[in-house]
């Protein structure tokens, strides 16, 4: 076999393995990630690509952070942020394919030829925008479009194109996101119907189990101010742990841990050991102090080694670019002749 064929064969197979892997595909939006997006999104993400016949494709949407972070130093630091982030938690971009939103066009191209088939109403009836409208309305405001501007209002539609034009099989997303793909689900079917079976219709992965609540106590969102990000400084880590809520039960009293937040907590972070040893402390009563420093320990611990990956890009943006750069290239691989069969399909092409 000569070089040429050689390389040829490996071309060829690759895109075989390809388009044979399922793809699971999430994002992030660059405006930050706390731990509830950890559990609820990327750890399920990271464990499905694990699978070798899983191809994960992972990305940082920045273009949908744009509709809120509108000064320059602040969205490109929170761009790096959340990239670091993704690696920090163990994204290995050799097996996976690691981009930028905005590095990969044919995602805008599609999300404006989607925007000619989305229902407006599918747009209205949107959870982040009836809310916004819902507050303006109690506001008294005459403009119930005070302060939306398209971005927020197309939010769904970019999404939808963010994983449409990958083909995606299966996403991952916390509940609040779940709307959005039945969104995605509904115009990817409607294309089909348009204009021939082109584009997959994706299915859904929403994790279940508890959801973790914020320092408040309600679910915890950044929208809500109540979240605590994956990578504080160890300092600031422990002070947000100690503001979790928790009731006024004196110290040396017996305590409840049936829907206990700490107790989720350590649900979620600690051995199944430690959480049977943390249950006994609560029968026999220990004061919540003592229980939100287990915690920061348990928390902190299992961050140690992640918060190194995380600092160092953090550091090297020069190393950051590269993989993100790299990351762009294998995605538009899969975008690139999927758009051309999109607008063969529409009749562009
Ligand atoms: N909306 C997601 C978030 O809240 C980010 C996101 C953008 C996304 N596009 C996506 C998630 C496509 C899954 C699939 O962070």
């Keep these: 076999m000569s070089l040429l064929e050689f390389f040829v064969v490996q071309f060829k197979s690759r895109f075989v393995r390809l388009f044979r892997m399922k793809k699971v595909l999430t994002g992030i939006k660059a ?13 399920p993400a990271l464990e499905m690509a694990e699978d070798p016949n899983v191809l994960g494709l992972y990305f940082i ?9 509108q000064k320059r130093e602040d969205l490109s630091f ?19 394919i690691f981009y930028k939103q905005s590095d990969v066009p044919e995602i805008m191209e599609l999300s404006t030829i989607l925007a000619a088939i989305m229902p407006k109403g599918l747009l209205n009836r949107a959870h982040a925008y009836k809310a916004k409208i819902q507050s303006n309305e109690e506001a ?8 939306v501007n398209m971005g927020l209002y ?13 083909n995606a099989d299966l996403i991952p997303v916390g509940e609040d996101n779940a709307q ?24 859904i992965f929403v994790r279940k189990g508890k959801l973790l609540p914020g320092i408040d106590g309600r679910k915890m969102s950044a929208s809500y101010n109540n979240h605590i990000p994956v990578f504080l400084a160890e300092k600031k880590l422990r ?41 006994s402390k609560y029968d ?53 002749p999927l758009l051309a069969e999109v607008k063969k399909a529409i009749g562009v092409l």
């Design 31 to 43: 405006t930050g990630v706390h731990i509830g997006n950890w559990i609820g999104a990327i750890k």
């Design 61 to 69: 949407a920045d273009y949908h952070a744009l509709n809120s972070v």
């Design 78 to 96: 929170r761009i790096k942020d959340v990239a670091a982030t993704w690696l920090g938690l163990g994204l290995d971009p050799s097996k996976t």
């Design 140 to 147: 008294g405001k005459a403009d119930l479009d005070d302060g």
């Design 154 to 166: 197309t939010y769904p539609l970019l999404m939808t194109a963010d994983i449409l034009a990958f």
């Design 180 to 203: 959005h793909l039945e969104i995605a689900r509904d115009v990817a079917s409607k294309f089909n119907r348009l204009f021939g079976e082109t584009l997959k219709v994706p299915e």
């Design 239 to 279: 002070k947000m742990i100690m503001k979790i809520k928790t009731d006024s039960t004196p110290p040396e009293e017996p305590k409840k841990y049936d829907s206990n937040d700490l107790i989720t907590f350590f649900e979620e972070f600690s051995s199944l050991d430690k959480v049977k040893e943390m249950k």
């Design 284 to 336: 026999k009563g220990i004061a919540w102090g003592e229980v939100k420093q287990e915690l920061f320990e348990e928390i902190n611990m299992s961050l140690k080694d992640k918060r190194e990956i995380y600092n160092h890009y953090m550091e090297d943006s020069a190393a950051l670019s590269k993989v993100l750069e790299e990351g762009a290239q294998k995605a538009r691989e899969i975008t690139s």
